[in-house]
């Protein structure tokens, strides 16, 4: 397998020159520039730029010199931080300046927090004598071994020209074609990510899915990366030596996955970066081993109140792929089944907040056909571009700029009085201790609970909910703590939702007054962005002896702002009264259950007799026109007769 350039999408590599004062930096930079022996030098070179065609990559790389004096430290630092790759300096002919190395100029590097490839660059090499002649990795061996952040070593010199090219060569290759997203060199091996997206890549080529790479599958991946194709003899030359060094790389059908990866880690450890680099560019990834944005075709533009959802396609191959991995056919994947799922992602998705506990699982923890989707839906929701990237990840081979779908605006939905919504967000508000997490973990069909942790931040969960008719959607609850100064602060805070829930204790005095409280906040917010959502309160803990006050006030409430009444719940006895298919309707029916306050109302009549107003004023100048245009008419006719 040739290498190829696999060039980034970079436009040009800076390069930042440091180094003890005399270890040579202007003069290496001066050489490189003019590629010719320098005369003369300045202290400090003017930035200097390489152009595109001095190396094979075609990248042009820009050069800055560095003062180490202490009154140029400030610049210096700045110069670090806007760096793309270092180069450091010592002396080969200067003990001192290389053990400054470890002593100063590595440790102020991360004390700087400067994260970029660093070239040790050993100047003045025509200087060394023979009596001070000591292998590279002899001496740079050991500082290696403690700064990892080393990418390479090189020992130059500017009076002869030795190697002052390879310098800058290596510190561009070192920006467009990274080791450290690929290879572990404390392991030898190369990192998860990696294995990874060559593991994605692997599959895709193995069009038959007998898991090997034959000959013609062999071809058709070389010349799809690398623009040329491989002779039979160099087929059998990488097959040889696969199975010298990898006894389970090569079987009777072809390159096995084992041999593929070690091929890429062979190039590595030989320093051949950029041919592993051509193959992930090729099949759309970045330097972070996650797809490019040019990979994935996410809407944008979208306005506040609109949503993206799953394609019916997408959502087809979902449950196609969970059918797979359900190898007992119970309607369940083990959490191990779902880690091999994603095993050609970067990272499982689903490991961390708020997908984690998002969704319904078995007693025994394993994840449902529903809960599966469900997350799906919640992961296209909060993040399409993440839902896409995963959705190709494992296996979606659809159009994937069709994957994902945008809805209609909700004031669009609002004036129609119909949604064509799939998937619904709901805000669920409420105080402490007043039930919304067992709401959460009723949704979800987990065990009641009597211990009570009050929440934190904010907490997801996410199911299908079976409509009559066998119309299926999906509904996606969003705890708000009772702290909500920061959510009602935002204007466009109820844009992205459907429908918002106020949960109370129906037993408590304090729980039912500060519901109240939050409904009129949200109501108001509503009014004053533009954003009213329907809303619904649900009255929980009914098993217990109610408040009486909350039960007469609720009534008066709902009717005033002109909503449902309260829909009593108990989590505790199971008694959910149909509560998630009520939120459903509600958020299928945008129109309906908006809460409109006093204010809102006096401000809606307001309008409506400017409107009129203004209505009664343009009648009246249509009116003056017309008998204006008549008069002269009239006077026109006058005139001509006399």
Excluded at 486 to 492: V, W
Excluded at 557 to 577: A, F, H, R, Y
Excluded at 612 to 617: A, E, N
């Amino acid at each position: 397998m040739p290498g190829g350039s696999g060039s980034s999408s970079r436009t040009g590599v800076r390069v930042v020159v440091v180094g003890d004062r005399g270890t040579g930096k202007s003069s290496l930079i001066a050489a490189a520039a003019t590629e010719s022996v320098p005369e003369k030098v300045p202290p400090v070179h003017a930035p200097t730029r390489l152009p595109p065609d001095f190396y094979p990559d075609r990248v042009p790389v820009t050069i800055i010199d560095t003062s180490s004096s202490l009154e140029n430290k400030g610049k210096l630092n700045e110069e670090l931080k806007r760096a793309d790759a270092v180069v450091l300096t010592y002396a080969c002919n200067q003990q001192s300046t290389l053990s400054r190395l470890s002593s100063y100029w590595l440790p102020e590097l991360r004390r700087l927090e400067i994260k970029v490839p660093i070239i040790v660059a050993g100047c003045k090499l025509d200087l060394r004598g023979d009596h001070n002649a000591t292998s590279l990795e002899e001496v740079m061996g050991p500082i290696m071994q403690q700064f990892r952040e080393i990418e390479t070593c090189v020992e130059c010199s500017a009076t002869t020209m030795i190697q002052v090219p390879d310098v800058f060569y290596y510190a561009q290759k070192a920006v467009l074609h990274p080791t450290a997203p690929l290879f572990d060199h404390d392991e030898q091996t190369l990192k998860p990510r990696c294995v990874r997206a060559l593991k994605r890549i692997f599959i895709i080529c193995d069009h038959d899915m007998d898991g090997a790479l034959n000959d013609a599958e062999l071809n058709e991946f070389q010349v799809k990366c690398f623009n040329a194709p491989l002779q039979p003899a160099e087929i059998v030359g990488v097959k040889r030596v696969v199975q010298e060094k990898q006894h389970d790389g090569v079987n009777d059908l072809g390159l096995t996955l084992s041999g593929f990866l070690f091929l890429h880690a062979l190039f590595i450890e030989k320093g051949r970066l950029e041919t592993t680099w051509a193959v992930l560019r090729k099949f759309g990834y970045g330097d972070d081993l996650e797809l490019r944005d040019d990979f994935l075709p996410v809407p944008t533009k979208l306005s506040p109140d609109q949503s993206v959802e799953l394609a019916s396609e997408a959502v087809e191959f979902l449950r196609g792929i969970f059918g797979l991995y359900d190898i007992d056919n119970d309607g369940a994947v083990r959490p191990a089944e779902l880690e091999d799922l994603f095993l050609t992602a970067p990272e499982s998705p689903w490991d961390e907040a708020p997908y984690k506990d998002a969704a319904e699982t078995t007693a025994l923890g394993n994840l449902t056909l529903k809960g599966f989707v469900s997350k799906w839906a919640l992961m296209t929701l909060l993040d399409p571009r993440h839902s896409l990237a995963n959705l190709i990840y494992v296996g979606y081979g659809g159009d994937p700029a069709a994957a994902l779908r945008v809805t209609r605006k909700r004031s669009v939905d609002r004036k129609k009085q119909q949604t064509e919504r799939n998937v619904f967000r709901c805000l669920l508000f409420g105080p402490q201790n007043a039930g919304k997490s067992a709401l959460l973990n009723s949704f979800l069909e987990r065990p009641f609970s009597e211990n009570y942790a009050p929440t934190t931040g904010e907490q997801y969960a996410v199911n299908v909910v079976d409509q009559p008719g066998g119309n299926k959607k999906t509904l996606i609850l969003q705890e708000i703590p009772e702290g909500v100064k920061k959510i009602l602060s935002n204007k466009e805070a109820l844009a992205s939702c459907d429908v918002t829930i106020f949960v109370y204790d129906s037993s408590d005095e304090y729980s039912w007054k500060r519901t109240k409280e939050l409904l009129v906040e949200v109501a108001r917010l509503g009014e004053d962005s533009g954003y009213g959502v329907p809303c619904l309160l649900i009255a929980s803990k009914d098993d217990l002896k109610p408040y009486t006050m909350a039960v007469q006030d609720s009534a008066r409430v709902t009717q005033e702002l002109g909503i449902e009444p309260p829909i009593p719940v108990s989590m505790k006895s199971k008694d959910l009264n149909n509560v998630f298919s009520r939120i459903i309707w509600a958020a299928e029916h945008p129109h309906l259950n908006i809460p409109e306050t006093e204010t809102g109302r006096n401000r809606k009549r307001y309008r409506h007799l400017v409107n009129s107003s203004l209505v009664f004023v343009s009648v009246g100048a249509a009116v003056a026109v017309v008998g204006l245009a008549a008069y002269r008419a009239y006077a026109a006719r006058r005139n001509s007769s006399s």
